[in-house]
């Protein structure tokens, strides 16, 4: 063959602009299933970790929401259940940042929201593995009354669920920039209001209370934004 014959069009080296193009075409749909599944696990991680507390709450004998926070249900034999719980919730925290992060390609927030968000799943899982002390009588058979001394995987837990509503209420705060900023009046109140909730210090009085409010927002905040993210993509 002589040197100066063409090769055929597509079998260089190099792919050709319509190959490009193509790979891409392929390419996308598969990426945009695979940020709607990871979207639809961080929508359903508020769902289930209510239907287990909830479950939990009126099953398991001894336990009192006055008294006893949701996060005392991972003590005991029965513990696991609400580890469990907490574990597969903050892995839907994690799914909800990255699909996120596949998702909002333009304006305020679009960086850094996903990572607070991912923050927020991670410090569930944290919070699950580290457990809190039993008190107050439960599980049935501790002693009436706060922990003596709190142990060392306590404190871990509460740092970790400190963190995590933290990191989601600013995830909101940054939402509700982006709203305002679209014009978009009731999603700004609305993400203002979870934000100023999750922020609010802690009263010792209606402590237990206070924490199921903020899980109760916190969950519903995931799932409305994994919902409407899963529209707009």
Known sequence: MSKFAVRPRGSGKHP????????????????????????????LAGPVFFASAVTQMLTREGYDITQHPISQLATGSLGWIQIT????????????AVGAR?????????????????IFGAGLVAAGVFTMDPEYGFPVGTPDGPVGEMSWHSIAHSAAAAIAFTALA???????????RRRAALPAV??????????MPMSSSHMSIQIAVN???????TTVVALSLRRSS
């Open 16 to 43: 050709t602009k319509e190959e490009v193009m193509a790979t891409v075409a392929a390419t996308v749909p598969a990426v945009r299933r695979s940020s709607d599944r990871l979207l639809l696990a961080g929508g």
């Open 85 to 96: 719980t907490f574990v597969l919730a903050g892995l839907g925290g994690i799914a909800l």
């Open 102 to 118: 596949r998702t909002l390609t333009e304006g305020t927030g679009r960086r850094a929201m996903p990572i607070f968000v991912g």
């Open 170 to 180: 600013i995830a909101a705060i940054l939402l509700t920039i982006r709203h305002v």
């Open 190 to 199: 609305l993400n203002g209001l979870a934000a100023l909730i999750l922020l």
């Open 215 to 221: 899980g109760l927002v916190a969950f519903t905040w």
